[in-house]
T-cell receptor, first 112, second 113 residues
Framework: GENVEQHPSTLSVQEGDSAVIKCTYS??????FPWYKQELGKRPQLIID?????GEKKDQRIAVTLNKTAKHFSLHITETQPEDSAVYFC???????????FGTGTKLQVIP | EAGVVQSPRYKIIEKKQPVAFWCNPI?????LYWYLQNLGQGPELLIR????????DSQLPKDRFSAERLKGVDSTLKIQPAELGDSAVYLC???????????FGPGTRLTVT
């Protein structure tokens, strides 16, 4: 089955700086890569996703890049704000099947 | 539009007792998922339903866990008997058929003492 590894497990940045979270996956059949944000005690919420036919996707201060050859994808948050503080999960899913495998999460702390 | 609803939000039971969790997905979402989330970890799939059919239950510990989705809408996840290691958050999610985006409920935090 799919195995998703995520780094770092914790990340502290100053407000206004950028944050980068990296993930690798093992199954070359995976073609859907979502990112979820989970605030303390809250439900995971989808913030951005990318499919394998796209190398990069951006939504305001958030961007995701995908390198299918190397089987890794990254989340980039620019101009971080205190409300970006949360746990972020990457995930991967194979084409034609909805089983999503999650990474272990990155706890992001934005220091005002 | 109402999101995924779960109840109870919190449950404390003694080991060896039974417990049940309930989930109501977003209206029109035929696919329903139950996940287990341990502290500091990502969600792990327990079971996935397409309408009333369990299409992936390979990760469900069937000796003590069971689930049902009668009529293809609401779902119930049961543990009997509960063990100390079952303490975790149980998340329900739903999605449209053939759509990857999943919408999560608030979860049920189970504590087994």
């Amino acid at each position: 089955g799919e195995n998703v590894e995520q780094h770092p497990s914790t990340l502290s940045v100053q407000e206004g700086d950028s944050a980068v979270i990296k993930c690798t996956y093992s199954d070359s059949a995976s073609n859907y890569f979502p990112w979820y944000k989970q605030e303390l005690g809250k439900r995971p919420q989808l913030i951005i996703d990318i499919r394998s036919n796209v190398g990069e996707k951006k939504d305001q201060r958030i961007a995701v890049t995908l390198n299918k050859t190397a089987k890794h994808f990254s989340l980039h948050i620019t101009e971080t704000q205190p409300e970006d503080s949360a746990v972020y999960f990457c995930a991967a899913a194979p084409g034609g099947y909805q089983k999503v495998t999650f990474g272990t999460g990155t706890k992001l702390q934005v220091i005002p | 539009e109402a999101g995924v609803v779960q109840s109870p939000r919190y449950k404390i039971i003694e080991k060896k007792q039974p417990v049940a969790f309930w989930c109501n997905p977003i209206s029109g979402h035929n696919t329903l998922y139950w996940y287990l989330q341990n502290l500091g970890q990502g969600p792990e799939l327990l079971i996935r339903y397409e309408n009333e059919e369990a299409v992936d239950d390979s990760q469900l510990p069937k000796d003590r866990f069971s689930a049902e989705r009668l009529k293809g809408v609401d779902s119930t996840l049961k543990i009997q008997p509960a063990e100390l290691g079952d303490s975790a958050v149980y998340l329900c999610a739903s999605s449209l058929t053939d759509q990857y985006e999943q919408y999560f409920g608030p979860g049920t935090r189970l504590t087994v003492t």
